[in-house]
């Protein structure tokens, strides 16, 4: 079974690997009480938390012979031990991150191991590199939440915004670097590693995929939203045209970060047109109207709005942030649908997309940040501006309301896209087959003729 065989790689039952993770959660626990007694309560209760998630497996399995190797329990521990001993000798905190991608892979293999959940490898290892980076938004915007409304300091510590700004731009980096390296680590662990030995997980039942209820939207939303399709798609036509007028304007002006943005937009505004006909899955007009929308009003912004009506900068945000969500929801559900090795429940899924919607913000602000940054040494008017850190941290929160939302009325409203996305998944790997299969056949048919010839 694929969970055995490959997530189940990252658990030993040894006597020297039990010896040296037993160690070492033994010194987790010293530091924790330690740190406890510092009044280090944040770190006291994330020491307190790793020994649990490092000791489920144990505990589920009731043999104490039993952790995760060794390494990755180092991983895991290195910057609560640098904490409280040497924090010093950490230059960066990609350590930091190092460990949060490590903690991350130990939390989604032991649910794959324990529930319902089931993953293939590499999407735990995709999860994790968006857990990292999504640890790392929620980490730096409730410390900021913090400095707003409760008068700490953890960022607003008397720097000017821009420079606090800076260097919260450098840890989204470091964030990056440690997921992104730490998923190319993990990667070529499970596929180099031995088997996973005489570790025997529970059972999680039959392998079919639950099917997923394909439901309507409530009455009050499809009230309220009730206009035809054909209205929808008019009133997409009008804000596709309305872009190729800002096009023209923008060119006209010389406004090039208007003019780059418009381009940008009306290629994604007509990508669901390219995806029916190519790929013969019709889209439904509401979600056409959806993504002209949100690019529509960015378009918008960067042209005059976002300097000069407030909030638009949070609308938009938070409309393209929905439709990032309702992206990733409607891709991994059809990705569910299709294959047997993965089935994530929908209120799993919830949390996976406010992850990934804000991994992706992360991303976003770090795009901005170079774009500015580059855009100033080079004498140009950026595309992409930020305005200090409450800018940021703004547009996280608003990027985070979007994916609630989406991910709240995606069970109704993208239902009927997964399935159409997994009947075309299923189309094309059925395509493939059989065109493996015909190769196959006409091998086999040359190397007859050949041996009848030699004959």
């Known amino acids: 079974m694929e969970r055995i065989n490959k997530l189940g790689k990252i658990l030993r039952d040894t006597s020297l690997n039990a010896f040296l993770g037993w160690a070492m959660v033994s010194l987790l ?5 330690v740190n406890f007694m510092d009044s280090r309560l944040t770190w006291s209760a994330l020491s307190f938390s790793v020994i649990f998630i490092i000791t489920a497996p144990a ?3 009731r043999k104490i012979s039993i952790m995760p190797s060794w390494y990755f329990i180092i991983l895991a521990i290195m910057p609560i031990v640098g904490s409280t001993t040497a924090y010093h000798f950490f230059f960066t905190s990609i350590p930091v991150y190092f460990s949060v991608a490590t903690i991350a892979l ?8 324990f529930t319902s959940v089931r993953m293939h490898y590499k999407f735990a290892i995709l999860l994790v590199v968006a ?3 999504a640890m790392s938004g929620i980490w730096h915007l409730l410390h900021w939440l913090l400095d707003v409304y409760f008068g700490t300091s953890f960022l607003l510590d008397g720097r000017s915004p821009e420079a606090i700004n800076a260097a919260v731009m450098y840890e989204f980096m470091y964030a990056t670097v440690a997921g992104i390296t730490a998923g190319i680590i993990f990667g070529l662990y499970f596929r180099s590693a031995g088997a996973a030995g005489n570790v025997k997980l529970p059972p999680q039942g039959s392998l079919k995929t639950p099917e997923y209820p394909v439901r309507q939207p409530p009455a009050p939303i499809r009230r309220l939203l009730g206009i035809s399709g054909d209205k929808q798609r008019l009133a997409t036509r009008i804000m ?5 007028i ?5 060119i006209l002006i010389g406004d090039l970060p208007t003019a780059l943005n418009a381009i940008a937009g009306l290629a994604i505004t007509f990508a669901p047109y390219f995806i029916t006909r190519k790929y013969n899955i019709p889209l439904d007009p509401g979600l056409t109207l959806w993504i002209t929308l949100a690019i529509f009003m960015d378009a918008l912004g960067t042209f005059a709005f976002y300097e000069n009506v407030a909030r638009w900068d949070n609308i938009t945000h938070a409309l393209s942030a929905s439709v990032i969500a309702a992206a990733g929801y409607a891709l991994i559900r059809a990705i569910d649908i299709y294959t047997d090795e993965i089935y994530i429940p929908p209120k799993v899924l919830f949390l996976f997309i406010l992850l990934f919607v804000l ?3 992360v991303l976003w602000e770090i795009m901005e940040f170079l774009t500015d940054e580059l855009a100033d040494e080079l004498g140009y008017n950026a595309v992409l501006v930020q305005h200090g850190i409450n800018d940021t941290m703004i547009d996280l929160s608003f990027n985070l309301l979007g994916a609630i939302l989406a991910a709240t009325w995606g069970a109704a409203y993208l239902s009927d896209i997964s399935y159409r996305l997994a009947r075309k998944f299923e189309e094309i790997s059925a395509k493939n087959n059989s065109i493996k299969e015909s190769e196959e056949h006409l091998q086999v048919n040359i190397f007859a003729d050949n041996l009848n010839d030699r004959e």
């Open 246 to 250: 800002l096009l023209i304007v923008a």
């Open 59 to 61: 505990l589920l399995l």
């Open 131 to 133: 857990t990292t980076l």
């Open 240 to 244: 596709q045209a309305g872009l190729f």
């Open 359 to 361: 991994a992706t913000g």
């Open 29 to 33: 626990f010293l530091l924790g009480i």
């Open 106 to 113: 130990l939390l989604v293999a032991e649910i794959s191991w």
